[in-house]
């Protein structure tokens, strides 16, 4: 305060800013008004600049504090992306893409869109594999996939071709189907197309013979029109040597040809149809055609005296054996009784066996040959 009856009268708020003025009548007092407002104008630009730095330096602060709670920055990510399309080269919507990275978190799946396009962002640097796959399609794998941070991949020949379908029939195997077919192709059988050869398999793999088909191929044998001319001539051949012993001219010729064609017949009967049914076995001659000479003479030797059985296996011609001796004895009750006996049977039973394994030469190395047959 200023003393004297011209003291300016002051006061300092807690401030520090003049907050008023009391004039007294004192000489220059409108220039110490000019003067007083001066000063306070400077103090009020120097106090607003200290609050303006004050703000600058809250506002950095802060900056900073939220800077530090956020953390370190993230690492950079990479995009595995790409179409897939067909074997024509149209895109594929509804694809499943399945993504295999580095760890169980880097495993994702997702299906391509409308366009065929999949995207997998966000992805760490590392290792990846990428599998894609659609119905009815075979599955589409990629190599392995190297992915640095910040790369955007690209895969292309994400292409999925057609799966191809395997389709699988079951038939069942019905053994005597198989065979009346075999047997229907081997009366087909026939040297220089007229003589029959119904009793051979060409087959290398022949189902076997039902009993039915059995008698039915002993009949059919017996009564084809050649096989009664060829009993017929037969007779006549019989009838010139006078064997058996009938007499001469058409009754005698009558006698021989109901015996050769007895004889046929039973010998047909009994050795290819009654005896393999009763002993499951096979009467008819298995065609060999491969092998060496020797094999297959041997093979066509034994045929009277070793037959295949309905299981397939070799066993005793029980049945070629038994028809021959059965006929040979079933001649003693039409034969003369000077063609009779023991001896006479086995005779004939020799003759018969010696003409099955003559002509089974003849059918491996010749008959084959000129026997015409369906295929």
């Keep these: 305060m200023l003393a004297g009856s011209g003291c300016l009268a002051t006061g300092k708020g807690q401030s520090g800013s003049y907050h008023s003025l009391t004039f007294r009548n004192l000489p220059g007092a409108r220039n110490r008004t000019v003067e007083y407002l001066s000063h306070f104008a400077l103090e009020f630009a120097i106090l607003r600049n200290q609050a303006f730095c004050l703000l600058i330096l809250s506002l950095t602060f802060g900056s900073c504090l939220s800077a530090q709670e956020a953390g370190p920055l993230r690492p950079a990510t990479g995009h595995i992306t790409g179409t897939v399309t067909d074997g024509n080269g149209d895109t594929l919507s509804g694809a499943t893409v399945m993504l295999t990275g580095p760890g169980a978190e880097d495993s994702r799946k997702l299906q391509s869109n409308d366009n065929g396009f999949f995207d997998f962002e966000q992805l760490a640097p590392g290792t990846y594999h990428v599998t894609v796959g659609a119905p009815d399609f075979t599955e589409w794998n990629s190599p392995e996939l190297s992915l640095a941070a910040s790369q955007y991949m690209i895969l292309t020949e994400c292409t999925l071709r057609v799966a191809s379908v395997a389709t699988t029939v079951n038939v069942a195997y019905r053994a005597e189907e198989i065979a009346t077919e075999q047997v229907e192709i081997a009366e087909t059988q026939r040297v220089l197309g007229i003589i029959p050869n119904f009793y051979v398999v060409y ?100 045929s009277p005296f070793l037959c295949h059985g309905d299981n397939g296996r070799l066993q005793p011609n029980y049945s070629s054996i038994g028809g021959d001796l059965g006929s040979s004895a079933l001649s003693n009750l039409y034969y003369p009784a000077s063609d009779r006996g023991t001896g006479l049977v086995f005779q004939n039973f020799a003759i018969t066996t010696g003409e099955r394994m003559l002509s089974s030469l003849v059918q491996e190395f010749v008959l084959s040959k000129l026997t015409h047959r369906r295929q």
């Design 203 to 302: 087959d290398p793999n022949p189902a076997p013979l039902t009993a039915k088909l059995k008698y039915h191929l002993a009949l059919k044998t017996s009564t084809d029109a050649f096989t009664v001319l060829g009993v017929a001539a037969f007779a006549a051949i019989n009838q010139a040597g006078d064997t058996p012993n009938y007499p001469q001219g058409w009754a005698g010729y009558g006698e021989r040809f109901g015996a050769a064609a007895a004889d046929g017949v039973s010998d047909i009967m009994i050795g290819g149809a009654i005896l393999p049914s009763l002993l499951h076995q096979d009467p008819r001659y298995f065609y060999q055609g491969t092998g060496s000479t020797k094999s297959r003479v041997f093979h066509a030797i034994s």
